[in-house]
Structure formats: structure tokens, C-alpha cells
């Protein structure tokens, strides 16, 4: 049951705010029930995997843009200077009040057109490079700003005879300011960690193209959560403009050549085989809310394509430790709805499923999307039915209401995705036999965080064939 002109708010500190003084007075009760969770901290482990990944991620971040010049470079260096402004979107009800969003960029990259790189001829030149951002979100009690490191990659998306298009897309990391806080910051649920993933993609226009300078007008997207490591995780979602301008010195001038199709380039397919294993964290939520483990393997077989487009089909199995945890102890919901999963809680906190992948070869860096079906992962009806429900206190007594187990459920439980880099030990456009890699992933329940991923694998390829 819940109350009318009430927003209710169960917080991982032991306590739970409501917009309505008058419900407040339901609070020492909230305590005492929700006790239990003052004792779920993340362990030394978890905060190891923490240290880990993030030190991971910066070496996929920063040395991939570093790999990606090479010796004897001739990839014209620019320099960008970036301003948005925008508007956070609201992530919760009584999120707060915000203003105009405010962000300003520096970016330094490279056109990518040494004749040696597969990747470089097939996108037609594109530009990487790193990103570094202030920005503003518009209310700096409760929201504060965030401080980000992007990687980026730019492509001219249409024809040719269009080349005033671009189009930037990054993902990268940022540290925020402001989190949530269930004494002193209640109603901002867009963020409860400081270091988020980050993501912008934006399409440029440009407006005048000048031989030192150059200025460019966009539109575009932003995204910053956490991965689902900590609850709540709404994130923070904002629709921006953007106005750049491009620096570039005489000798980058000197270097830079247009543009011009490979006709003579042979085009290749390789058969690849790729296993891989992997270690997340998630939490199951916020009543659940320690960091614990999701283990997963994965094989995988398709083709690459002129050694830069990657597409393949494979099966995945993942175990989630909070899945196990929650089954084994004879938690509410299965003690009430699923207790045959006390049977065998190991079987019923897996899950398998199939993956369609697709995968940009840049050399030592691999930026991968997937898409798939999961066959198999009963333990998301609970997971579910925490995460959507409510639970507030209502004339003296605790009310728990339940997601409802309807199509959207269906459709997140059945297609899951995933993002996010690799880094190659050998070069990929040397088309090795055998190579190893590691990789960051953020994996999803169609688009809604599930864990946040490390992994290592190995990759063989067939021989290739030419055309």
C-alpha cells in the first residue's frame, strides 16, 4: 500500500526519508528493520577489485591512445577547446532542482592515416585522442560537478562529398563531487559512488574550416553510472549543445593528406575462435547493497573482416554470487515464492545464454558492443521484484510492495548486453595466430547495468583468405 503526495526513499544508511514530515515518525522503526544493513560492508576484497579495474580501464584508456602512434608517427596532432551547456535530466522523483548544465573540454588527438593501418584506411581516417572535461550540473549542493577522462573516437558518418560531418563518441571514466547520501543528500539517486563510468557522443557540424583554425558546432548525449556497484544508480543523463573550436600548428598542416579510397586494397576474412573468463562485482540492492562476485566464461567464433570489423556469435555462463548467498540463506522472497531454489542454489544462481558480438579493431584496442539471449536465469524474478518494488512504513507497520513480474520484465531478463574495451597484447592488424587480452565490460540487462567486468582471454585465428 502505498501513500498518496508521498515520495519514500529505502536508504542503505539504516534510515529512510519521505517529502512528507508527517510519515517521519515511522522512522525509528525503519531503523531497527533495516539494522541488518549497517552490517553489509564491501570486504578487503571487493575493495581490491575496485583498485584493480579502475587501474585496468586507465591502462586500456591511456595506453591504447598511446599505442595508437607508434614510432615514426605521421598522424597530424590536433588540439580542441569544448563548451556545452545542457540540462540534467531528472533521474528520480524529487530529484533536485537543477540550472543550466555548464561543461568545458580540452581533447588532444591524431587523424589516424599512416598507410601501414588496416583500421585507418577502412574508416576512412578517423581521429583518437583523450578528452578531459569539467563539468557543472547545475546544482552544486547536491549534484556537484564531475571531473572526466574520456578516450575518443571521430569518424566522418556520411559520404565523402559530407566531410563538415563528425560524429565523437567516448567512454571513459569521470569522479563526481556529489553522491547520494541518506542524511545529507536523500534525493539525489542518479549516483551513489564517486568514480562512474562516462560516456558522450556528439554530432558535429563545422562552420568554418580555416587553415590553423577551425569551429564546429554539436549536439549530443551524456551518461555517468556506476555500473551497478552500488544502489542507487539512476545515473545521470543530460541532452547537450555544443561550440568547439580546433587547433591545429603548421607542421600538423604540412602532414595532413586528404583522404583518398584504396582501390587496390584487398579485402580479407579470418575465421577466429576466442575463450574468455571474467570476474564482476554488483550488488543486488539497496537493502543488499556489499559488493559481491559474478563470474562468468564465454567462448566465442566468427569472422574479421579486413582485419578491422569483428562479428561473431557465442555462449556465455555467469554465476552471481548474490544470486547463491540470497538462496542459501533462505531469504524472504524464496523462503515465500521459490523455495525450490533452496534445492540447489548453486544451479539456480546461474545463468547462460547466446551473444551476437560485434567489435572495432584499433590496433591494440578493441571497442566491443554485444547483444544476446539468455536462456537460463531464474534468480531475476528476485532480483527483479526487489529492485522495482517500494517499501515504505504505513500506520505502524513496514509495507513491502513487489515488482510486478509483467512484459518489461520479461524483456529485460531475456536480452542481455554488453560493453566496453579490450586491449590486445599483440597488434591486431598484424593478424597474429594466437593472442591474448584483457578487458573492462559493462554488462546489462537490455541497457540497465547488471555488473561491471574484468576479463582475460585468448584468441586463435584461422587463416585468412583474400579477395
Known amino acids: 500500500m502505498l501513500l498518496k503526495n508521498s515520495t519514500y526513499y529505502f536508504l542503505p544508511g539504516g534510515t529512510y526519508c ?27 576484497a571487493g575493495r581490491v577489485y575496485s583498485v584493480l579495474s579502475w587501474t585496468t580501464y586507465m591502462i586500456l584508456l591511456i595506453g591504447g591512445n598511446a599505442y595508437s602512434q607508434g614510432p615514426g608517427n605521421t598522424n597530424p596532432f590536433h588540439l580542441s577547446a569544448e563548451i556545452n551547456i545542457g540540462k540534467t535530466q531528472e533521474a528520480n ?20 592515416q599512416k598507410k601501414d593501418r588496416e583500421w585507418a584506411k577502412r574508416l576512412r581516417n578517423p581521429r583518437t585522442g583523450l578528452t578531459f572535461g569539467y563539468t557543472d550540473f547545475g546544482n552544486s549542493e547536491s549534484i556537484g560537478y564531475a571531473i572526466s577522462l574520456l578516450p575518443y573516437l571521430e ?13 565523437k563518441t567516448s567512454l571513459g571514466i569521470s569522479y ?13 539517486r542518479a549516483v551513489s559512488t564517486d568514480y562512474k563510468w562516462a560516456f558522450r557522443t556528439l554530432l558535429y557540424y563545422d562552420l568554418s574550416k580555416r587553415k590553423k583554425t577551425s569551429w564546429r558546432i554539436g549536439l549530443g548525449y551524456t551518461h555517468n553510472s556506476n555500473g551497478h556497484t552500488r544502489l542507487p544508480n539512476q545515473g545521470l543523463n543530460s541532452l547537450v549543445a555544443s561550440i568547439e573550436a580546433e587547433f591545429m600548428s603548421t607542421k ?36 543488499y547493497n556489499d559488493k559481491k ?16 570489423f569483428k562479428l561473431g556469435i557465442g555462449f556465455f555462463y555467469r554465476f552471481y554470487e548474490h544470486y547463491y548467498d540470497y538462496i542459501d540463506q533462505g531469504e524472504e522472497l524464496v523462503e515465500e515464492f521459490y523455495p525450490y531454489f533452496a534445492d540447489n542454489p548453486f544451479v539456480y544462481a546461474s545463468n547462460f545464454g547466446v551473444m551476437a558480438e560485434g567489435e572495432l579493431l584499433l590496433g591494440h584496442v578493441g571497442a566491443e558492443f554485444g547483444i544476446g539471449l539468455n536462456i537460463y536465469k531464474p534468480a531475476y524474478k528476485i532480483d527483479w521484484q526487489l529492485n522495482e518494488g517500494d517499501i515504505i512504513f504505513s500506520e505502524g507497520e513496514l509495507v513491502r510492495t513487489l515488482g510486478e513480474l509483467d512484459s518489461y520484465y520479461e524483456i529485460k531478463r531475456s536480452i542481455p548486453t554488453r560493453l ?15 593472442n591474448v587480452f584483457i578487458g573492462a565490460h559493462l554488462s546489462a540487462n537490455f541497457g540497465q547495468a547488471d555488473f561491471t567486468e574484468l576479463s582475460l582471454g585468448y584468441e586463435y585465428r584461422f587463416r585468412g583468405k583474400k579477395k
Do not use: M
Request: proline share 4%; hydrophobic share 30%.
Open 18 to 44: 519521505s517529502d512528507n514530515p508527517e510519515n517521519q515518525k515511522g522512522n525509528d522503526f525503519f531503523v531497527r528493520y533495516t539494522q541488518r544493513v549497517n552490517l553489509r560492508k564491501s570486504g578487503f
Open 93 to 112: 522523483t524529487g530529484f533536485p532542482e537543477t540550472k543550466l548544465q555548464k561543461s568545458a573540454f580540452i581533447s588532444i588527438g591524431w587523424r589516424q
Open 155 to 167: 569518424l566522418y558518418p556520411f559520404s565523402k562529398d559530407a566531410q563538415r560531418w563528425r560524429l
Open 176 to 188: 563526481l563531487s556529489k553522491e547520494f547520501d541518506s542524511i545529507s543528500n536523500p534525493f539525489n
Open 252 to 287: 600538423a598542416l604540412q602532414e595532413f593528406q586528404p583522404y583518398i579510397k584504396d582501390t587496390a586494397a584487398v579485402k580479407t576474412k579470418e575465421r577466429y575462435l576466442t575463450i574468455r573468463t571474467g570476474i564482476g562485482q554488483n550488488v543486488l540492492s539497496e537493502f
Open 293 to 308: 562476485e559474478v563470474y562468468s566464461f564465454a567462448f566465442s567464433t566468427g569472422k574479421i573482416i579486413n582485419s578491422t
Open 420 to 434: 566496453g574495451l579490450r586491449w590486445y597484447f599483440i597488434s591486431t592488424r598484424k593478424s597474429p595466430t594466437h
